[in-house]
């Protein structure tokens, strides 16, 4: 009787078992298509942005503010989030048009976007070519103390005026290739410059003060790195407190040395060794007339690149601006020397869409953070 029932149990067992797999198949059912749902409502993942990589390390990554595009929503947007510096282009005769009279509209709107998009701002040029300058500094006749006092007026009412937002001044550009009438002609090139980084100092000592300089299209030139070492040397003896070294990188592909990265390798090891920062302040690549460099904007990428991974690997390198955001305004289209009208030099197009060169940062920036995580790990 005991078998029997064994057996009847086991079979009526086996006839249930389809119904109840059945059951619990429906019961878990609803489980799983919430999981699914919730997968595919979950938003995608979000591009990290060029800022989000530099605040990580502690790098100023930036874009020089091209006006004439600025107030389009789309290029302020752009600029807030992908970066969190912007330079800010000053020329003597924009913000001190006429003699004992400041015009601040511009450095307040753009003091104004800093902070609404937590930026710095890194300004200038305080001392620059004769063209920069307004109808009552062009002069021939200066007694020096009237011309001091302007110079000093001058430097030290626009750096007060950006203090706090405006943490790096460009003092004085391009030395080597402007006499910067009529500072130059007066007092000479030592001179003038040590009276201008002194008066920027006096007027905000806690801010960055750069002494900038172009090296050339091809690379950075080593006679000029050799003048600009020995001009600097010579600013230090003389008291100027010079606290960083500018490089312009105005790169141009079909005249590019194929040793352009060991000549910045060098200039960045020099300026280390004279004891200044470096700021990358003017970076841009022309990527060639048609047919003059194969696959022109992959090989931008990796230009854009190379010389933002050298400066990251140099502990003297603190900052990165490109010169504007976007191909929409670009300074080779408009120059007046040597334009070039098919240029395609920044990391956005004309329609605002990132190109590879952009990405060639993006790598530079996440490769260096990898490399910080990596040794975090280590200790």
């Known amino acids: 009787m005991v078998r029997v029932s064994i057996v009847?149990?086991?079979s009526i067992a086996l006839c249930l078992l389809p119904t109840l797999l059945t059951l619990g198949a429906s019961q878990r059912s609803p489980g799983k298509s919430a999981s699914q749902k919730s997968k595919q409502t979950a938003p995608p993942d979000r591009d990290v942005t060029l800022r989000e990589l530099a605040d990580q390390i502690g790098f100023k990554i930036g874009a020089a503010i091209a006006p004439p595009v600025f107030d389009q929503p789309q290029h302020q947007a752009i600029l807030g989030r992908e970066y969190n510096a912007a330079e800010s282009v000053l020329q003597f005769r924009m913000v001190h048009p006429q003699e004992g009279r400041f015009n601040f509209t511009r450095m307040e709107r753009e003091m104004a976007y800093a902070r609404a998009h937590n930026m710095?701002?890194?300004?200038?040029?305080?001392?620059?070519?004769r063209q920069s300058l307004p109808p009552w500094m062009d002069k021939w006749f200066w007694a020096e103390s009237s011309l001091d006092d302007a110079m000093r007026t001058h430097i030290q009412t626009v750096v007060r005026h950006g203090a706090g937002v405006y943490l790096a001044w460009e003092v004085v550009?391009?030395?080597?290739?402007?006499?910067?009438?009529?500072?130059g002609h007066k007092w000479g090139r030592v001179e003038y410059i040590t009276r201008a980084f002194r008066y920027a100092r006096e007027a905000d000592p806690h801010a960055t003060l750069v002494l900038n300089q172009s090296f050339g299209r091809s690379g950075v030139d080593r006679a000029f790195t050799d003048q600009f070492f020995e001009l600097l040397r010579r600013l230090k003896a003389n008291g100027a407190p010079v606290d960083a070294a500018g490089i312009e990188m105005h790169i141009e592909m079909q005249i590019l040395r194929p040793g352009y990265l060991d000549e910045f390798r060098d200039y960045l090891a020099r300026a280390a060794?004279?004891?200044v920062q470096v700021?990358?302040?003017?970076?841009?690549?022309y990527q060639g007339p048609p047919g003059t460099v194969p696959d022109p904007f992959n090989r931008q990428k990796r230009i854009y690149h190379d010389v933002l991974a050298a400066c990251l690997a140099s502990p003297a390198c603190k900052a990165y601006y490109t010169w504007g955001l976007t191909d929409q305004f670009n300074m080779y289209q408009?120059?007046?020397?040597?334009?070039?009208?098919d240029a395609k030099p920044l990391p956005f197009d004309e329609n605002y869409q990132k190109k590879?060169?952009?990405y060639g940062m993006l790598e530079a920036l996440q490769e260096k953070v990898?490399?910080?995580?990596?040794?975090?790990?280590?200790?």
């Open 8 to 10: 009847k149990a086991v």
């Open 120 to 129: 710095t701002l890194f300004g200038g040029p305080l001392i620059y070519k």
């Open 370 to 379: 990898n490399q910080a995580h990596a040794g975090k790990r280590l200790h």
């Open 334 to 341: 408009h120059r007046e020397a040597d334009p070039h009208p």
């Open 356 to 358: 590879p060169a952009y």
């Open 279 to 285: 700021y990358v302040t003017e970076m841009d690549v």
């Open 273 to 275: 060794q004279a004891g």
């Open 173 to 183: 550009n391009e030395p080597l290739t402007t006499e910067n009438w009529p500072f």
